[in-house]
């Protein structure tokens, strides 16, 4: 007798996989017309589990799926040598997708247990959704090609992998901390308040979510002025809102490598070396992105003592924040600091002032030493 979850279970794969799984791999890469190795390296960049050689797992669709992959790479649209990395990142992407769908599914159904009341209701269920969310990641996935199809076309002659970008960490902190405080559930909620906050805040000011890393975003923009905006927002709303943490952010700009929907070289690492040493409320930046703000009326840069992180040695950030109606004292001091190290004002004009305790000062005059007399 089959188990009933077993039957539910199998009835979903008819609905999701297309058919009855019928075919080995090796029976899939031989009606494909794909070199057996070839199909091997494929399926498990997708991220599947490794299948023994006559185990029937696969379906129709399997069989299309590998055929028109081939076809791709035979027209000369994916390099091949490029294959398995795209096949991976898509492998990647699209299980996380997954993951949440499966989870929204059966949350659906803890919370409206009607529609779960037998497995063949289940079954209909999701064969009434899927198109639903065919629809709408056909239409997400082509308005996100248009964009990156008009930034990429917008910059013809360069490299499209290669370009440059401001790229910034925002790290909730005491996040650590925070797990051991709350429950699951309530960490959940934190952590979906961040997300959605996040994703807004980078999507109204010209950004582009690269990726969630648990408690903090890595995003990039075109813009210093964009990449500034979301910063400070960013901060300025979670200090707003009491039931998140602090957050702190790092950004540095220059040349970085896009690949697969991640970035990566130096800037890179720079950002995310910034974002550690930064305090809760603080957002630092590197001499180029410094630089690029230096001008603009609306911000104010604090020069920063010299760091040593891992992998630069005295590091010399500077603190970004809103500028205030007319800066005077101590922070209009700091502001002319800050301008003279990026070189943009002379030194000479200057009128020092006290600085707080993790700005550059200039170091006092020796003190004179009376002489004293000898009689």
């Given amino acids: 007798m089959t188990d009933p979850s077993e039957e539910l279970q199998q009835r979903l794969e008819r ?38 050689d006559d185990e029937v797992v696969f379906t129709d669709a399997d069989v299309e799926a590998m055929r028109t992959a081939d076809e791709l790479v035979q027209s ?52 009434r959704l899927l198109p639903e969310l065919e629809r709408v990641q056909n239409f997400v996935w082509r308005r996100h090609l248009a964009a990156y199809a008009g930034r990429a076309f ?36 934190v952590l979906d308040a961040f997300e959605t906050l996040a994703t807004e805040v980078i999507a109204e000011h010209h950004g582009r979510v690269v990726k969630m890393i648990g408690d903090e975003v890595l995003f990039v923009a075109d813009s210093a002025v964009d990449a500034a905006e979301i910063a400070l927002t960013l901060t300025e709303r979670t200090s707003a809102d009491e039931s998140l943490p602090a957050v702190r952010a790092g950004m540095a700009s220059g040349r970085i490598l896009s690949r697969f929907g991640d970035v990566y070289g130096s800037v890179v690492n720079l ?3 910034l974002t550690s040493v930064a305090r809760p409320g603080t957002i630092l930046v590197d001499r180029e992105l410094a630089a690029q703000l230096s001008e603009e009326k609306a911000y104010e840069l604090r020069m920063r003592r010299p760091v040593t992180v891992r992998g630069y040695n005295r590091l010399r950030p500077a603190a970004l924040r809103r500028a205030s109606e007319a800066p005077t004292g101590m922070f209009a001091s700091s502001q002319q600091l800050a301008a003279e190290m990026l070189g943009l004002t002379d030194p000479a004009a200057r009128v020092p002032e006290k600085a707080p ?19």
């Fill in 15 to 52: 609905v999701l996989l297309g058919g009855r799984r019928k075919y080995t791999r090796l029976e899939v890469a031989e009606k494909a017309g794909v070199p057996d190795e070839r199909s091997r390296r494929l399926w498990r960049a997708l991220g599947f589990a490794t299948v023994r």
């Fill in 76 to 127: 000369g649209l994916i390099d091949p040598s490029i294959e398995v990395p795209v096949t991976r990142a898509l492998g990647q992407h699209l299980s996380r997708l997954a993951e949440w769908q499966v989870d929204m599914l059966w949350q659906l159904i803890e919370e409206q247990p009607e529609l779960g009341r037998s497995e063949r209701q289940v079954a209909r269920l999701v064969d």
């Fill in 154 to 189: 917008a910059a013809a002659g360069d490299n499209v992998e290669t370009r440059t970008e401001v790229v910034g960490f925002v790290d909730m902190v005491g996040y650590t901390r925070l797990t051991r405080q709350i429950d699951e559930e309530e960490l959940s909620r």
């Fill in 271 to 273: 950002a995310a070396r």
């Fill in 357 to 375: 305790e993790d700005e550059v000062t200039e170091p006092p005059p020796p003190r004179r030493r009376r002489r004293r007399r000898i009689l």
